[in-house]
């Protein structure tokens, strides 16, 4: 027994210099990396590899906008914790210069968090006013295809946030790109997400960090069932 335990000690020692806490506050703009509908969540939140007629999918790699998605319109409102809201609402819409030339297809977007209300106090606990939180997020976005199996795309994100007196803006973008065998119903996503800059800061001696991240999968749907593996 005392032989075990002597061997724990010792490997909790060894380990204790590479354990980590949660790490959070790194970024600005967290609520960007919310996934834009129930379907996406429930697939892990990341995925920007399924090629379908659900817009959603623009939003998360821009590549994967679509002919299919044509006059598509999402609403994905979702009643968060306490009194916040979250949610996303988009559009898209495919151009063609004539019946046989794709110019490309597009969309557009709001992704919101709202906080709700707050009451604000003194220095000596006194009510003084209420106020909100809300973060908010402009898109815009386009993708092209280069041949019948590759497209590219890109969105373009005006973000902004405002809690009580205090204000943070940003641009950013996405860049994709997405590889689509339609007999064999193979996907594959690589995106670019969120790179930017906050040109407008919460404090002026604080520049923050926007959630930055590199993201790619593969994906491969059964025939004739609705099923993906991811």
């Given at each position: ?11 909790f020692?060894?380990?204790q210099?590479?354990?980590f ?9 967290q ?41 598509r ?12 809201k979250?949610g996303?609402v988009?559009?898209s819409?495919s151009?063609?210069?004539?019946s ?14 709202n906080?709700?209300?707050f009451t604000?106090?003194?220095n000596w ?9 809300n973060?908010?997020a ?10 019948e199996?590759l497209?590219?795309?890109v969105?373009?994100?005006f973000?902004?946030?405002?809690y009580?007196?205090?204000t943070a803006?940003?641009?950013a ?6 590889y ?16 930017g800059?906050?040109f ?10 926007l959630p930055?991240?590199?993201?790619a999968?593969?994906s491969k ?9 991811l």
């Open positions: 027994m005392k032989k075990k335990s002597l061997v724990f000690s010792l490997i020692f060894l380990l210099n590479i354990l806490a949660q790490i959070g506050g790194q970024t600005i703009f609520f960007l990396n919310f996934p834009a509908s129930a379907r996406i969540d429930a697939m892990g939140g990341t995925v920007n590899n399924i090629h379908d007629d659900d817009l959603n999918f623009g939003f998360q790699n821009p590549a994967l906008y679509s002919e299919e998605m044509n006059n319109v999402s609403l994905s409102p979702v009643f968060y914790l306490a009194d916040s979250y996303f988009g559009y819409h151009f063609r210069k004539n046989l030339k794709k110019i490309g297809s597009f969309g557009a977007g709001i992704q919101y968090l906080y709700g209300k604000g106090t003194d606990g006194y009510i003084t006013d209420t106020f909100s939180a973060d908010l402009f898109i815009v976005g386009g993708s092209r295809q280069y041949n199996k497209s590219y795309g969105n373009l994100k973000i902004t946030s405002r009580n007196i205090y803006n940003a641009l973008a996405d860049i994709g790109g997405a689509y065998d339609f007999r064999k119903e193979i996907c594959i996503g690589f995106s670019l997400k969120n790179f800059y906050e407008n800061q919460f404090s002026s001696h604080n520049h923050e960090k930055f991240n590199i993201q999968g593969i749907k059964l025939k004739h069932t609705p099923f993906y593996f």
